[in-house]
């Protein structure tokens, strides 16, 4: 199903977005910062499976084709709108009802460190049905079931099509499990994501 008129609807009104990935996202998740408008009024919450040097080289790349403030998440950080916010390896990154991140060194989930369910199940805490979250290409099962939550408490679903994913088990188990109220293809996501 493509960005219907509701779906385009409650991207306007989305204060934030969340992107998930891990193998095979990098790519996509490089085009969407380079779509983002500068006035895009919203944050935007990158979670992606990174090993810890990995940052210095996507920060560097993303910094120099985004029209927004992009940066590492730090301990205690007040989320801010007009800001890409980038998980920080080794953490799970958490959003606090106070508007602030905090950083949590317990136990990997799905052996990875951060864990899209870890962060967008505290955004559907914090922020309810305000936020967006889109999952894309990754070799298994984290976000799934940070999805189904998020879509439990009415916020907009949504996962890469299998059939465009480079590895198509994360976005797969959004699916299996109910997760994505949305599949769309990676120029249907291009799309919204350009919507002003």
Same mark, same amino acid.
């Given at each position: 199903?493509?960005?219907?008129? @509701? ?16 193998a095979?996202s =990098?790519? #996509?998740? =490089?085009q969407?910062?380079k779509?983002l408008?500068?006035? #895009? ?8 499976h990174?090993?810890? %040097?990995? =940052?210095s $080289?996507?920060a560097k790349l993303f910094a120099?084709n ?8 730090e301990?205690k ?5 007009n800001?890409?916010y980038?998980?920080?390896?080794n953490?799970?990154t958490?959003? $606090?009802?106070?508007? +602030?991140f905090?950083l949590?060194?317990? /136990?990997?989930?799905? +052996?990875?460190k951060?864990?899209?369910d870890v962060t967008?199940?505290?955004a559907?805490?914090?922020y309810? @049905? ?5 999952l894309?290409?990754g070799a %298994?099962q ?15 679903t949504?996962?890469?099509?299998? $059939?465009?994913? $480079?590895m198509?088990e994360?976005p797969?188990?959004?699916? @299996? @499990?109910g997760?994505?109220r +949305?599949?769309?293809?990676?120029? /249907?996501i291009?799309k919204? #994501?350009?919507?002003?």
């Open positions: 199903m493509g960005p219907d008129k @509701n779906l385009l609807d409650r991207w306007r009104t989305t204060e934030l977005l969340l992107l998930g990935g891990s095979g =990098f790519k #996509l998740l =490089f969407m910062v779509l408008p500068d006035d #895009l009024d919203k944050t935007v919450i990158i979670v992606i990174r090993k810890r %040097n990995f =940052f $080289e996507i120099e985004t029209r927004i403030s992009l940066r590492e998440i301990d950080d007040v989320l801010e709108k800001t890409i980038i998980a920080p390896a953490y799970h958490l959003i $606090e009802k106070g508007g +602030y905090s949590d060194v317990s /136990e990997a989930v799905w +052996y990875s951060p864990s899209i967008f199940e505290s559907a805490e914090a309810q @049905n305000r936020c967006m979250a889109i894309l290409s %298994n984290d976000g799934a079931e940070g999805m189904l939550k998020l879509r439990k408490i009415g916020a907009v949504i996962a890469q099509d299998p $059939e465009d994913a $480079e198509d994360m797969l188990a959004a699916i @299996n @499990n997760g994505a +949305y599949i769309l293809r990676t120029d /249907e291009f919204l #994501l350009h919507t002003q």
